[in-house]
């Protein structure tokens, strides 16, 4: 069975800087893709980013990017440049049989 | 493009009593899936619409049931009603069901909590 792991429950960066989110997922697939979703106090999941396992090349969206390691299957999320706006919660998702399996989420807050 | 609707957004109900929720998914998508979303569990996948057809269920009773309309609109019914089923309820909607790593785009939720 898929697992999705994000060990940090809650993280806090400044504004203006960089924060690292955690994920490890568990799969036996070798061809699969990952996500990353952002929850607001909104409620509603936005798609942060996509990254497909065969590929080598990170992905990257603006000011998000992964360090996607497939090997020790790891799967993190670099924001840079954090801005206030990026306070929520962040989840790590694995996507298979017309479902997709969220880790718990990691609450990021953003200090001014 | 309009987004994922999910109406309503708050909802109070009593233990024993059944409810109905509601979704309009993007214009043109036709697989619609649902997630409860509790504190203690996190999310967890509901089951999933294609066409009309659940082609995937969640490790659910059978007092969560669902449906698809042939304008991809989906309602989700839980019958008898318990206190553990106050949750956030999404809804998502994608193109098309089954290609891998399709995006799935979500609504706001409907808040359900029983008494």
């Known amino acids: 069975a898929q697992t999705v792991t994000q060990s940090q429950p809650e993280m806090s960066v400044q504004e203006a800087e960089t924060v690292t989110l955690s994920c490890t997922y568990d799969?036996?697939?070798?061809?699969?893709?990952l996500f990353w979703y952002k929850q607001p106090p909104s409620r509603q999941m936005i798609l942060v980013i996509r990254?497909?396992?065969?590929?080598?090349q990170n992905a990257t969206e603006n000011r998000f990017s992964v360090n996607f390691q497939k090997a020790a299957k790891s799967f993190s999320l670099k924001i840079s440049d954090s801005q206030l706006g990026d306070a929520a919660m962040y989840f790590c998702?694995?996507?298979?049989?017309?479902?997709?399996?969220f880790g718990k989420g990691t609450k990021l807050s953003v200090i001014p | 493009k309009a987004g994922v609707t999910q109406t309503p957004r708050y909802l109070i109900k009593t233990r024993g009593q059944q409810v109905t929720l509601s979704c309009s998914p993007i214009s043109g998508h036709r697989s619609v899936s649902w997630y409860q979303q509790t504190p203690g569990q996190g999310l967890q996948f509901l089951f999933e619409?294609?066409?009309?057809?659940?082609?995937n269920k969640g490790n659910f009773p059978g007092r969560f049931s669902g449906r698809q309309f042939s304008n991809s609109r989906s309602e989700m019914n839980v019958s008898t009603l318990e206190l553990g089923d106050s949750a956030l309820y999404l809804c998502?909607?994608?193109?098309?069901?089954?290609?891998?790593?399709?995006?799935?785009?979500f609504g706001s939720g409907t808040q359900l909590s029983v008494l």
């Open positions: 619409y294609f066409s009309e057809t659940q082609r």
């Open positions: 990254q497909e396992a065969y590929k080598q």
């Open positions: 998702a694995y996507p298979r049989s017309y479902q997709l399996t």
């Open positions: 998502a909607s994608s193109a098309e069901q089954g290609r891998k790593g399709e995006k799935l785009f």
């Open positions: 799969t036996s697939e070798s061809d699969y893709y």
